[in-house]
């Protein structure tokens, strides 16, 4: 890998096409904050101000995020709606990065202490938490360099792997310099689910914040000490 400092920019993933809750991410979760804003302002915390990207897709459903992000003026990328791994690519491009953060927009306790930490010590083809996967779903941070996506052959890709774009990368674990000395969760957390899914999980979460058993800004660890004992 090059020794060269790399641009590092942060992408979150939305979408209104959701099967089981469409739309959650332009729905209110706290007084007057989308889940968008919600994940927006978490991972603005551990950004070290570099660029981030709401990443959508070119279907006339998602015109509801890009209106939303013109308004907030944030940043905004579009392109395939089931092609995530080509979309990733262009992004990248498009912003001229190097390599990127995943963040998925149904992640309203995403860490940013661990992004910042991650993104700080970030020097392989992939840094993550998720090798094994001990992390409860919603937990998940990974960063990587955007040219092993580059130099691979999309028509080897399945379905899945290009939508899930960090699959294929951990199968062939072998052929990347993959980082994973993130991952502090053991196996009794595995059946934790702490992303939005369902209209279940989003009233749930809701409630939590109206009643101030959490507070949206507080970090990760501190926020799983007072709501694990609600999952």
């Known amino acids: 890998m090059s020794t060269i400092k790399k641009k590092i920019g942060i992408i979150i993933y939305a979408r209104t096409s959701s099967q089981r809750l469409p739309n959650k991410v332009l729905l209110n979760i706290e007084k007057n904050k989308t889940l968008l804003d919600?994940?927006?302002?978490?991972?603005?915390?551990?950004?070290?101000?570099?660029?981030?990207?709401?990443?959508t897709s070119l279907s006339y459903k998602d015109d509801?995020?890009?209106?939303?992000?013109?308004?907030?003026?944030?940043?905004?990328?579009?392109?395939s709606l089931k092609?995530?791994?080509?979309?990733?690519?262009?992004?990248?491009?498009?912003?001229?990065?190097?390599?990127?953060?995943?963040?998925?927009?149904?992640?309203?306790?995403f860490d940013f202490q661990l992004m910042k930490k991650m993104i700080k010590e970030h020097k392989s083809d992939i840094t993550t938490n998720q090798l094994p996967k001990?992390?409860?779903?919603?937990?998940?941070?990974?960063?990587?360099?955007?040219d092993i996506f580059k130099k691979l052959n999309q028509s080897k890709l399945s379905k899945f792997e290009k939508e899930h774009i960090f699959d294929y990368f951990y199968k062939n674990k072998k052929n990347f310099q993959?980082?994973?000395?993130?991952?502090?969760?053991?196996n009794k957390f595995n059946t934790n689910d702490f992303s939005i899914d369902t209209k279940k999980q989003f009233i749930k979460i809701k409630n939590l914040l109206k009643n101030q058993v959490i507070n949206s800004t507080d970090t990760t660890r501190n926020i799983l000490k007072k709501v694990n004992r609600f999952y």
Request: hydrophobic letters at 35%; proline letters at 4%.
């Open 178 to 186: 993959i980082n994973s000395k993130y991952c502090f969760f053991s």
């Open 38 to 55: 919600l994940v927006y302002k978490r991972v603005k915390r551990g950004s070290y101000n570099l660029p981030i990207i709401i990443n």
């Open 64 to 79: 509801k995020i890009v209106s939303y992000c013109k308004k907030n003026n944030l940043k905004y990328f579009r392109g």
């Open 83 to 109: 092609n995530v791994f080509q979309r990733t690519i262009k992004c990248c491009d498009y912003f001229q990065i190097d390599a990127f953060v995943r963040v998925c927009c149904d992640r309203p306790f």
């Open 134 to 146: 001990l992390a409860p779903k919603g937990l998940a941070c990974e960063i990587a360099n955007i």
